[in-house]
Every structure is written in C-alpha cells, then in structure tokens.
C-alpha cells in the first residue's frame, strides 16, 4: 500500500496570504488528523476528520480549518497567515474504527515570511 | 485534559548499549493508548511501540520494550543493543479511547548513538 502523502512538501508565504495543504491518506484509511509541529511548541492537534466530518479539533484560532473529501482526502487551510504558523505540518490517518494505530506523511514545512 | 512529560530532553547511547527513554503522563480516562513514536531527520514519524492501558503485561517490539506502571502513570522505553539507525527523536504519546485520533504528544527526547 502506498503510505500517507502530503503536498505541497515545502512552501513559503508572506504574512496577511492564506494556504492550503493537502493530504491523502493510505487507501481505505477514512481517518485524517492534523498536525502542528514547532520547536517551542512541539507536536500540537489540530483536527480529525472520519467520513467527512469533523470529529475533534484542538486548540487552535479559526483560522485554522480543514475539509475531508468523499475519497478521504483532506485539506487544511490557514487564512491571514502570522510569522508563528512557520511551521511543519503532519497529516495522519488510520482507519478510524478503533485500531487507533495513525501512519505520518512527510510533513508540510511552512515558511511564513 | 492529558498531558504527556519527557524529562529528559537529550540523552546518548553507545552503540549496543542499552538506554532507557523516559515519560509520564496524567489522564483521567481508564481506557487509553500509550505510544512511543520516532522521528529521525527525515521527519518522518513513525511508530515504534504500542501499549494498551488494559493490558497489564508490557508490550514489546524487537529491540524495543516498554516498562508500563499503570498507577505510576509512567512509561518508559528501552531500547537494546542500539544501533545507529536509532539515533532520532522519541516522542511518548497518549490518547483517550473516547477522543478518536487526537494524541497528545510529549516534548520529545532527542536520541544520540555514539559509534
């Protein structure tokens, strides 16, 4: 099976820009969850998405805010990007029924200069 | 709410020398995961070990074991005969049967093997 990918790998914006990441999860995986990773902060939740909806959220502004397509891919958006969201962003996914077993992409590096 | 704690920031191991990661957590829930993840330079995280609250006896990969203590609320990872594809970031994670995939994640301890 073909392991979780996300895109773009590496992206750079100006503050005030919104983003949006992409993240495709193993095939028959409906689970996606989203990742904050900093140095000062270390790994943060931001959301989990099972069959469309959201099922969980961290805590995170509304700025932050995703959708999961009927294919199971998921996007997450960051609008009026600060400096403070220059960071790596992970996408898991598991198959969501209970295995609770969560397989990482490769990450989105975001620069926000 | 969880929380997850790794008091030990850095630590090295000689090669095929055994060292032991250590983590605490605090939760209120009685059915939980315990998890140890690693994170090499690639940033690709991965799972080395699973724990489930319930079970008593301590899970076990290859070189990989844990020492789960339940009412300590600690779990500890140790790693034997270490090898130098070791060397990365263990993370120590949790996460609430009734909070579907949302792990709390430790600050991480940064793994060094020394040749």
């Known amino acids: 099976k073909a392991g979780v990918t996300q895109t773009p790998r590496y992206l750079i914006k100006t503050r005030g820009q919104q983003v949006t990441l992409s993240c495709s999860p193993i095939s028959g995986h409906r689970s996606v969850s989203w990742y904050q990773q900093t140095p000062g902060q270390g790994l943060q939740f931001l959301f989990e998405y099972f069959s469309e909806t959201q099922r969980n959220k961290g805590n995170f502004p509304g700025r932050f805010s995703g959708r999961q397509f009927s294919n199971s891919r998921s996007e997450m958006n960051v609008s009026t990007l600060e400096l403070g969201d220059s960071a790596l962003y992970l996408c898991?996914?598991?198959?969501?029924?209970?295995?609770?077993?969560?397989?990482f992409g490769p990450g989105t590096r975001l620069t926000v200069t | 709410a969880q929380t997850v704690t790794q008091s030990q920031p850095e630590m090295s191991v000689q090669e095929a020398e055994t060292v032991t990661l250590s983590c605490t957590y605090d939760t209120s829930e009685s059915d939980y995961y315990l998890f140890w993840y690693k994170q090499p330079p690639s940033r690709q995280m991965i799972l080395v070990i699973r724990?489930?609250?319930?079970?008593?006896q301590n899970a076990t990969e290859n070189r990989f074991s844990v020492n789960f203590q339940k009412a300590a609320k600690s779990f500890s990872l140790k790693i034997s005969d270490s090898q130098l594809g070791d060397a990365a970031m263990y993370f120590c994670a949790c996460l609430s049967k009734t909070s579907y995939d949302k792990v709390i994640f430790g600050p991480g301890t940064s793994l060094s093997v020394i040749p």
């Open positions: 898991a996914s598991s198959d969501g029924t209970g295995a609770y077993e969560q397989y």
């Open positions: 724990q489930e609250a319930y079970k008593q």
